[in-house]
């Protein structure tokens, strides 16, 4: 039996590719890219503030999925499209952690995403098992 464990999400995928959402060894959580879909709904939303609020939706429920909350992310990692403003991103990153005290680590980094994505994000986080 193996140590590591996948996180998997009904309706939220890394389309045909055999990659699970994250993946948990003892109390440590990586996930892959987190994207702003609607589970069930592989079409993203046209607009960044949609897709960061529902990129943030998903990292609760990838970490729901592994037996966490949001308090267990020491890092996220964001990948914003080249050239987009980071104001909707702080938005979603404010209301989820609303206390400046007690904020994960974060780099946001510019890139050139796939046809139709804004914004995604990976995380890293110990699980308090």
């Not at 009904?10 to 948990?24: F, K, M, Q, R, W």
């Not at 037996?67 to 499209?81: A, P, R, S, Y």
Request: proline share 10%; hydrophobic share 35%.
């Amino acid at each position: 039996m193996s140590r590591r464990k996948s996180i998997e999400i009904e309706g939220l995928s890394h389309g045909t590719n055999p990659i699970p959402l994250a993946s948990v060894v003892g109390n440590l959580l990586i996930s892959g890219g987190i994207m702003g879909q609607e589970p069930g709904n592989p079409k993203l939303p046209e607009d960044l503030p949609t897709q960061a609020k529902l990129m943030f939706a998903n990292v609760r429920r990838v970490l729901e999925a592994a037996g966490g909350t949001t308090e267990d992310i020491v890092k996220v990692t964001i990948f914003l499209k080249h050239g987009l403003d980071r104001q909707p991103v702080n938005k979603e990153w404010v209301e989820m952690f609303p206390d400046p005290e007690s904020r994960p680590a974060r780099h946001t980094i510019s890139y050139d995403p796939p046809p139709g994505m804004l914004v995604q994000c990976e995380i890293f986080a110990y699980l308090d098992k």
